[in-house]
């Protein structure tokens, strides 16, 4: 194995913190792992990775070292792409996550698109509403709406996510239709609660005064999108939904929307990707095409 492969060896068993994990992500035995990292470690002369039984890490003075493998491994590649017959196609496997229904309703119906034009590219996507350990996981870029954590990752804000509030004409008709916030004493809400956190979210809505809330009584508490708009359509109460989640409900009347002038803030979404100084050429272009789909289908 070349150097370069042992720093690309390297910088995977520190990312997933784990040479198990390394050499499933890697796709190949982990005793080549672990003979690869001792490879490495015989040519520079000194330990690079503190080991316990429970997992693997870079001690302090190690970071520099890995820090540098980066770089040189993104240099590489782009060094390489200059002398191929198309020197603007970028190459290589790119590793997503992507919220459920976002992935599902927008990024995986658009991705023959991007293909035609980035055919050298390969995408492995994971679809999932929890945060993930972008490091852990081997993971090159996730999407996440709503406010971020300070997790450390960098982050590329992407836009704004329009919400609006929808109810089901069956709810409607038993209910009544809220014509502004005080009416919601007398309704029922679906209640979302957060997939990391178990927070149920409370009803939100913006005034002259400032965004507003409140907790509103509901008989089902759901835990991801799919539940929480199957259980609207059902006719079990009220939601706040991203406007591109339910558009097709709302023009085949499934949906109705209800106080349109006191919907809640706008989510923001942003493109998270670990801490490094140098982005490859194919997470560039992907990260640009995602940016430009998402602003034109969720304008």
Request: glycine letters at 6%.
């Amino acid at each position: 194995m070349d150097r370069i492969e042992l720093f690309r060896v390297f910088i995977r068993v520190a990312e997933c913190e784990s040479f198990t994990r390394a050499a499933d992500t890697l796709g190949v035995p982990r005793s080549s792992v672990s003979a690869a990292i001792q490879a490495l470690e015989d040519r520079v002369g000194a330990r690079l990775l503190h080991r316990t039984t429970r997992k693997v890490s870079l001690t302090y003075d190690r970071i520099a070292f890995y820090e540098r493998c980066q770089r040189v491994i993104a240099e590489v590649e782009d060094t390489e792409n200059l002398f191929r017959q198309n020197a603007t196609q970028p190459t290589g496997r790119l590793r997503i996550d992507v919220p459920g229904r976002i992935g599902r309703l927008i990024v995986a119906p658009a991705l023959p698109g991007f293909f035609d034009t980035y055919p050298k590219i390969e995408i492995d996507m994971g679809v999932t509403d929890r945060a993930i350990n972008l490091t852990g996981d081997a993971v090159d870029c996730a999407l996440r709406v709503g406010p971020l954590a300070d997790s450390g990752l960098i982050a590329r804000p992407i836009g704004k996510l329009p919400l609006i509030n929808v109810a089901s004409p069956s709810y409607l008709a038993r209910h009544g239709i809220p014509k502004s916030p005080d009416d919601l004493r007398n309704h029922h809400a679906v209640n979302y609660a957060s997939p990391s956190t178990g927070k149920v979210e409370a009803w939100e809505w913006g005034e002259d005064r400032g965004l507003r809330t409140m907790s509103l009584g509901g008989p089902v508490t759901v835990h991801n999108a799919e539940a929480y708009i199957a259980c609207c359509l059902a006719g079990l109460g009220l939601i706040q939904i991203p406007a591109y989640d339910v558009r097709s409900h709302v023009e085949a009347g499934e949906l109705v929307e209800v106080m349109p002038d006191n919907r809640a803030a706008p989510m923001p979404m942003n493109l998270l990707y670990p801490h490094r100084q140098h982005l490859s050429r194919r997470l560039q272009v992907f990260a640009d095409w995602l940016e430009e789909l998402l602003k034109k289908r969720l304008a």
